[in-house]
T-cell receptor, first 114, second 114 residues
């Protein structure tokens, strides 16, 4: 089982719709969760971080975390063509020695159709 | 977010040569990492650059091939040694800022090995 799993897509949504991106993780000790957006040819850009169960909203973006089910999702409301990118889910795990390791999923490609 | 610069931004190299990539951050950071991203793939962690001590390498990566230095809290280098075409990739420096758990990426170095 992969440590962080995402559907590779592409996920196609019409402009103005809600895009829903999902991610599951295997390690119950995971502590922090992140969503990155990566445009083609560019480096990943952090767009959301979430640390506790529930929803966290930032503008058109909402991150949702359910630690019991080990999943984290990202909702993008009023999707725009400029949201077309690959979205990477990332999970932070701290071990007893304090070493921090962030594991990335393979990413979901989102296409917003005008 | 931290401002991260990488040099060079891209290079084309001959098989068997070595290239050193520099990463400079505008503020002191706790953790610095080096990733590789091959075309169409997600991020693969090469190593954690430790300040004042040897880097911690992930499975499949060795110091002889990817020597890393981190002389202070704001600077690191990654050398890709004895390059082959399989080393063609984007190499990304990433940092975690002091007091934050969020990880940021530099703009990347696009390496092509002929």
């Amino acid at each position: 089982q992969k440590e962080v799993e995402q559907n590779s897509g592409p996920l196609s949504v019409p402009e103005g719709a809600i895009a829903s991106l999902n991610c599951t993780y295997s390690d119950r000790g995971s502590q922090s969760f992140f969503w990155y957006r990566q445009y083609s040819g560019k480096s990943p850009e952090l767009i959301m971080s979430i640390y506790s169960n529930g929803d966290k909203e930032d503008g058109r973006f909402t991150a949702q975390l359910n630690k019991a089910s080990q999943y984290v999702s990202l909702l993008i409301r009023d999707s725009q063509p400029s949201d077309s990118a690959t979205y990477l889910c990332a999970v932070l795990l701290m071990n007893s020695g304090g070493y921090q390791k962030v594991t990335f999923g393979t990413g979901t490609k989102l296409q917003v159709i005008p | 977010s931290a401002v991260i610069s990488q040099k060079p931004s891209r290079d084309i190299c001959q098989r068997g040569t070595s290239l050193t990539i520099q990463c400079q951050v505008d503020s002191q950071v706790t953790m610095m990492f080096w990733y590789r991203q091959q075309p169409g793939q997600s991020l693969t962690l090469i190593a954690t650059a430790n300040q004042g001590s040897e880097a911690t390498y992930e499975s499949g990566f060795v110091i002889d091939k990817f020597p890393i230095s981190r002389p202070n809290l704001t600077f690191s280098t990654l050398t890709v040694s004895n390059m082959s075409p399989e080393d063609s990739s984007i190499y990304l420096c990433s940092v975690v800022r002091i007091s934050y758990n969020e990880q940021f990426f530099g703009p990347g170095t696009r390496l092509t090995v002929l």
